[in-house]
């Protein structure tokens, strides 16, 4: 229990640490963002208000485009177009990489057109002791590769690298090599488990 209220104020201190730089953006400073929560057999499943993607994205200094939806909800590709994100983030609920939108490879969906995809700003949830989209023992690490992604120059200072290693050092015993970290940001398509 010793250990678990120390992952608890960390993770407190590091929302307080990320909230104080980002409530005092103004609409305009925040790029709009997508979570795709689920994609697969032609179906997409959007991160709306009510949800985890909601608190990710405003935390971290960003717009959710699809706050006007509730839960997990279905989109497709014209109000995709519409939305038109700046960034655009895939779950580990979900089989997709990043470089399947690049490379427009998934049939019946055009992604060439969308702004995140032109603008090389697509990414995948980062992987560690579960998936870092819901609630887990890795969620401050979570909210401040977020953060970083979202806001980099706000949060240039944040070494997210080392960030990862002291905390799963100091919270699970495990000494991560370069390699490991490296892992952890490009999980593997299986890890969808889909």
Known sequence: SDKANEMI??????????LEKTRTLNDDEKPRVLILFNYGNG???????????????????????????SGQAEINMEQIYEWNP???FITNFSAVLPEDLYNNAIDGHDWSQVKAVQDGQVYKFP????????????????????????????????????????YFWQYY???LTDEDVETIYHPAREAAGN
């Open 9 to 18: 104020n960390y993770g407190r201190n590091v929302e307080a640490s990320v």
């Open 43 to 69: 179906t997409i499943t959007a991160s709306g208000s009510k949800f985890f993607g909601q608190y990710w994205i405003e935390s971290a200094g960003g717009i959710n485009v699809a706050s006007e939806l």
């Open 86 to 88: 700046d960034m655009i």
């Open 127 to 166: 992987l560690g002791m579960y998936r870092w989209f819901p609630p887990s023992s890795d969620t401050p690490l979570t909210l401040m590769w977020l953060a970083k992604t979202i806001q980099p120059e706000l949060f240039a200072d944040v070494a997210m690298n080392e960030e990862i290693k002291n």
């Open 173 to 175: 015993n495990a000494k």
